[in-house]
């Protein structure tokens, strides 16, 4: 049986659990539920499997979650008490999260396979939108704590050989996650939009360039005052090829900007 190439894709995650809640929460997130609800329409064929990146997961070396059942994660605080006892029993695919770390090794980058370790929000919320039935399997990927554009550019390239098998890559972040000046910044979140549109649809290696001075991007450093919940976009950009990048959904979220990008 041949297998659809899979794209890779950044992806938002949204905020903590309000894809779940009702009111004001539920409202501002709707847009980028009926996104996610989306994606897999917007796919060659159902993911084989899901490997995603998670902004919430830093670790000295690129580590992979390798249980056959991650325990779900509740890393947001103050939400309601309903928001605690979500779940998504999707199956592990310890081979998968083996193989990646093998790719990452054979491009000469220490990697970990983590047994105990479980979905924090970035994971499973999305993929609780996108796959509600939790059929397809899952393996999350950390961030390397030294947040280096380049090299994670560099993991999604090393990657990239999995999209062959119908593994679905996706980096979940934010486009813009300025929580702090989070209304007051809004305007920079459009522009560094529009930045990024322009610079993802070079090819690979333009991209990787770009990227790694995002922070010089007119509105990226007031976008992002810390770059964790972007990093992710690195890693699905380098795991494409040389076509373009494509703009794939903006939407907002209040007064802000978000945006998603596929990678053929």
Not at 34 to 63: C, K, Q, Y
Not at 95 to 117: K, S
Not at 121 to 141: E, Q, R, S, T
Not at 245 to 251: D, Q
Request: include cysteine.
């Amino acid at each position: 049986m041949t297998l659809a190439r899979m794209p890779s894709l950044y992806l938002p995650h949204g905020g903590g659990p309000s894809f779940f809640m009702t009111g004001e929460r539920k409202v501002r997130y709707q847009q980028t539920e009926n996104f996610l609800r989306s994606v897999n329409s917007l796919l060659p064929a159902t993911p084989t499997a899901i490997l995603i990146v998670t902004a919430h997961w830093e670790t000295s070396v690129p580590s992979f979650t390798g249980g056959t059942r991650p325990d779900l994660i509740y890393d947001y605080y103050g939400f309601p008490p309903e928001t605690y006892t979500l779940q998504y029993p999707a199956p592990g695919d310890p081979a998968l999260a083996d193989r990646a770390a093998t790719l990452l090794q054979e491009a000469g980058v220490p990697a970990h396979v983590d047994h105990e370790y479980g979905w924090d929000h970035g994971v499973f919320i999305p993929l609780k939108v996108m796959y509600p039935a939790a059929n397809v399997p899952v393996v999350a990927m950390s961030l390397q704590t030294g947040l280096d554009p380049e090299l994670h550019c560099k993991l999604g390239a090393a990657l990239s050989s999995l999209r062959d098998d119908g593994v679905l890559i996706v980096g979940a972040g934010m486009s813009y996650h300025n929580l702090r000046d989070f209304a007051a910044q809004a305007p920079a979140s459009f522009v560094f939009h529009d930045w990024l549109d322009k610079v993802l649809m070079s090819n690979q290696a333009g991209r990787t360039e770009h990227l790694a001075e995002w922070h010089n991007a007119p509105g990226g450093r007031a976008s992002h005052p810390r770059e964790e919940h972007l990093l992710p976009l690195m890693v699905a950009s380098g795991a494409g090829s040389d076509r373009p990048g494509r703009s794939i959904w903006r939407g907002t979220v209040g007064p802000t900007c978000l945006g998603a990008w596929a990678f053929d």
